[in-house]
Every structure is written in C-alpha cells, then in structure tokens.
C-alpha cells in the first residue's frame, strides 16, 4: 500500500490539472447543466448521497488500515472535521433540498466515486502513518487553518440555506442575494475551497494540498460556467458581481 501511495500523488496532481482544463470546456452534467446525452441518470439526492459518502467510508478504512497513531488525539480531531464535512454533504444537505426532482448521470456518479475513494485514501493513509505532537493545537499553522476551516463551512452553509430557500418557492432559477451573494455567483464554491485549503494548512500534509488542488479544478470552472449562465439567463443579473473571488473573478 505504501508503493501504491507514493506513486499515485504526482500524477494525481497532473489528473487535476488535466480536469482543470477540460471543465473549462465542458460543463460537469448535473444540477442546470444536466444533459440527458450522458446515459442513465438516478435522482439526484440518491445519486449526490451514493458519491459523497464514499469519501468518509475510503478516508476512515484506510486510515484504520494502517495507523500507527490510534492514540493521537489530533489525528483524531482531523478524521473528525472530514467526516463532519462529509455527514453534511452527502445526509443532511440533501435532506434539506425538499423535493428535488432533477438527476443525476451515474457516469458524473462513478467519476465521483473514483475521485473520493483515491482522494480517501491518500489523506487516510497519511494520516495513520503521521505521528503530530500532542500540543500540535498550539502551532500557528493550525490554529489559522483551523479559522479557515470554520470561515469556509460557515460561507458553504450560509449559501445553501440561500438556495434552498429559493428552491422552496417552487418558481424555477432565481438569482440568489444576499451575504456573499452580494459579490459572488457562487460563494458555496468559494466556501468549499476555504475550508479545504484550511485543511491542508492545519495538516501540513502534502495529500491535504492535492485536495484543495483537486476542489479548485473542479468548482473554480463550474463556477465560471455558473456565472456565465446566471447573466445569460437574467438581464437584470448584478454586472458588479463577479463568479467565484469577490472583487477579482
């Protein structure tokens, strides 16, 4: 396992540039994009919950797979921000959608579910072979990643309860305002990257970074794609609010 780990990370990288790129050109097949040209698709809420909670699943086994820190109360906290993360994504986020009716091809599923099991694997691997000081808390990096990982879940949560109280109108896409959608068309995206770039500072770990790498290829250019349509779609759409970096992009 440990051949397989120190092979993977460096071209892992280089599959995340590759997606970077191809995402600018084409948009991932759900949510408004969603292209029944993709084959078979599930509801959405089943397909969001079967992909996301692989994540949890992978980091957990394989951490527990090859720990040699079970004792490591800072390990410990770090599985628990992931798993935290994930519980939201994949159970309670959907829960809180209401009746969604839209779907979900099962080729964006797998992808997914490809990503999350490898992505799993790297951090939980790293994580049950790394041996952090028991006043690690105290460390500065940790402390300011720690303030990132609390800004960005709290910019992702605000926004969704933006949407969700949208989609309960049941009066199709409307444009979202308020808090950061104030100055960005996405400030759910821009929260994600927040809270896993905040990850990777806490960790100083190297798998920590190829997954903030990983979360910026795949929503910086849904984020664009997300902007661009809101402001085809909506003549009266805010020209002064910009897609994923307030003031910037």
């Known amino acids: ?36 040209n993709f084959g078979i698709s599930l509801p959405y809420k089943l397909g969001w919950f079967i992909q996301e909670i692989i994540s949890p699943l992978s980091l957990v086994i394989f951490y527990f797979s090859n720990t ?10 770090f599985l628990l921000i992931w798993i935290s993360h994930y519980i939201y994504r994949s159970i309670i986020f959907p829960l809180r959608m209401g009746n969604n009716t839209s779907r ?3 080729f964006v599923i797998l992808s997914a579910i490809t990503f999350n099991t490898i992505n799993g694997f790297t951090n939980g691997y790293y994580l049950g072979i790394t041996n952090y000081s ?27 309860n933006t ?8 009066k199709g896409y409307l444009i979202p305002k308020g808090n950061m959608y104030n100055y960005i068309s996405c400030p ?13 500072i806490m960790t100083l770990s190297l798998p920590a970074l190829v997954f903030f790498i990983w979360t910026v290829a795949n929503l910086f250019p849904r984020a664009l794609a997300t902007h661009n349509w809101y402001r085809k779609e909506f003549s009266e759409y805010p020209e002064n609010r910009k897609a994923i970096i307030p003031y910037i992009i």
């Not at 820190?69 to 800072?74: A, L, P, Q, Y």
């Not at 028991?134 to 720690?146: A, H, K, Q, S, V």
């Not at 759910?188 to 990777?200: A, D, R, T, V």
């Open 104 to 106: 979900i091809p099962i």
């Open 163 to 170: 949407l969700i109280a949208l989609k309960a109108k049941n």
């Open 68 to 77: 040699n820190n079970s004792n490591n109360k800072i390990v410990y906290f």
């Open 188 to 200: 759910n995206y821009f929260g994600e990257m927040i809270e896993w770039l905040g990850f990777s």
């Open 1 to 36: 396992m440990e051949k397989i780990y120190e092979t993977i990370l460096y071209p892992w990288i280089l599959i995340a540039l590759i997606s970077f790129i191809s995402l600018l050109k084409i948009n991932a097949p759900y949510g408004k994009f969603f292209n029944k």
């Open 134 to 160: 028991t006043r690690y808390y105290l460390e500065y990096n940790f402390i300011i990643g720690l303030a990132f990982v609390i800004i960005g879940f709290y910019i992702n949560f605000k926004a969704d």
